[in-house]
């Protein structure tokens, strides 16, 4: 990024500051990698940092910002494109996530920086107020941007944020800018300082700790998209139900009737956005497609924006949904493994040891000895003289073994009948909102399975995890394709009729099946193996796809085989 002070040593004369003039900003741009977005946004970032610099002559500075904040826009949404179009744990979106946090902090403090000096030699002059309206709502937008980026991590949004949100909003309120309209660079419509204010808070104000990364983004859009129908009131009234306190440095609340309102409160609630969300479902399930401002390129999202959608439905509405399901709180070990196949494997190892201990470790056969072999567990042919007890006895010390080495245990403080809430210990980078688990109480032998639905942080920063189980205990088993499949000759099956083999873990009381991304097909067949039993089912529904399984209906056909 330096090379243009390089070429330009004893060539013509330096100016003061490498983005002085119109000329020098124009030769930066030019030397931008524009093939390589992530690395021109990091220059364009670290061109940002010298913008705070006494030798910059005020309108060179916003001349400046501007100029390199309006190049960066395009560099940003590839780079967002990229992220949101990786699994979040993967390296690649953890480097797209952090630059993109690097860039929206660097915007934030060059925009906010400006601001301030502007006005730091006295009262300002009227010209200077659509520039205050300018640099205002760019370091909202900015913060608002990055705090967004925060919750796709589910971290914590330190009080510093709301109080620097509510800070810049003030000080516009006071210069009479803060619903002054502007044009953002990059942007195709007006917004104002209020607006971002609101976008920043409405966004919070969604079920944040209960969607993905990809749900984020959608919330957001949305929240753009129908601001309008969105109430915001200086006092409180019967369509408003939370509160924001400018003064403070806390996210909105709740509001109570009992409470008396303030001078710096703000008041908000869903307004008329519950007819708009309403239509906007009933349109993207008729078209199956998405409006526009919810497209996001390269990423098949039509159904994961549907449920969000449904969600928002419910949780803006007039009267949203209260607990089905009474919780009980308590505190205790729970011992957790993430990674569909090492849970399918927990559950092929409890399953081994009770055939263990019912053959008394004398009439296992070959096969059946094969078929847990492929789960995970292998095990010699015993000695005939070997006790019973000791081949129960070492099945159980393996099992117990390998538990060590895959589980996490976490702290269980509630549950419910249908789910269980918990403090993750250790780390939890790989954590997502729609992963699978496997779960265990202390006490219990067998492993439930369960999906994360809502992540977020407590007042000790500790990550807290909400997780609803699946009805019943999985069953270890194998589902082969009676569809013809394309598959490489190491996967292809040697059973006839059957062209490949999957890993699955069958939900019977729910005649569903979990299995691995990318197993789902529409009415396809199968024959469901479960401990030498061969059942012939056919694939109703696709329930839910999450990030590591799909969840699938399925029905016993009439000619099963047993």
Known sequence: MFDWLSRGLGLRKAPTHPLGSAESRREIIADLPTGNPPRALQDLADWLVLTDRAELLPAERIAAIRALDGEGQRFAREVMLAFLAEVPTHH???????????????????????????????????????????????????????????????????????GDLYGIFQFADQLGVARRPVRLPGASADTSVQRELLCAVWFDLGPVGNIDHLQMEYLDRIVRELLSFLAFRDAPDAETRYVLDVS?????????VDQTPLDTQRFLGPGQVYAQLVALSRDVRRTQSLPTYLHVEKVEGVQHALNLVDRLVLHWSRTPPRRVH?????????????????????????????????????????????????????????????????????????????????????VLTDTSECGVGAIAQGASQWMQVGLLLGLRRPGETDWSCGVVRRLSRNAKGQATVGVQRFPGLGRCGRIGSLDNRQVSVFERSLDPGVSVYFDAIALLEDNAVLVEPGVYAEHARFRLVIEGKRTTIRFLQLLERGLNFEHVRFEVEADASG
């Open 92 to 162: 690649r979106a953890e480097q797209a996530w952090f630059l993109l946090s690097t860039w929206q902090g660097r915007v934030f403090d060059a925009s906010s920086s400006a601001l301030r000096d502007l006005f730091d030699a006295g009262g300002p002059m009227e010209r200077d107020k659509g520039t205050a309206a300018l640099l205002a709502a760019r370091a909202l937008a900015a913060l608002a941007e990055r705090k967004k980026l925060l919750r796709m991590r589910y971290r914590v949004v330190e009080p510093t944020v709301w």
């Open 248 to 256: 403070q440095t806390l996210p909105p609340q709740r509001w109570r």
């Open 326 to 410: 009474d919780r009980a709180e308590l505190q205790e070990r729970l011992e957790v493994v993430h990674g569909y196949r090492e849970i399918r494997r927990m559950i092929a190892g409890i399953a081994y040891l009770r055939l263990t201990e019912s053959a008394a470790g004398r009439d296992l056969s070959r096969q059946q000895r094969d078929e847990f072999s492929r789960y995970g567990f292998v095990s010699d042919r015993r000695d005939p003289e070997q006790e019973a007890a000791d081949e129960v006895a070492r099945v159980r010390a393996m099992i117990e073994t390998q538990n060590r080495q895959v589980t996490l245990e976490w």
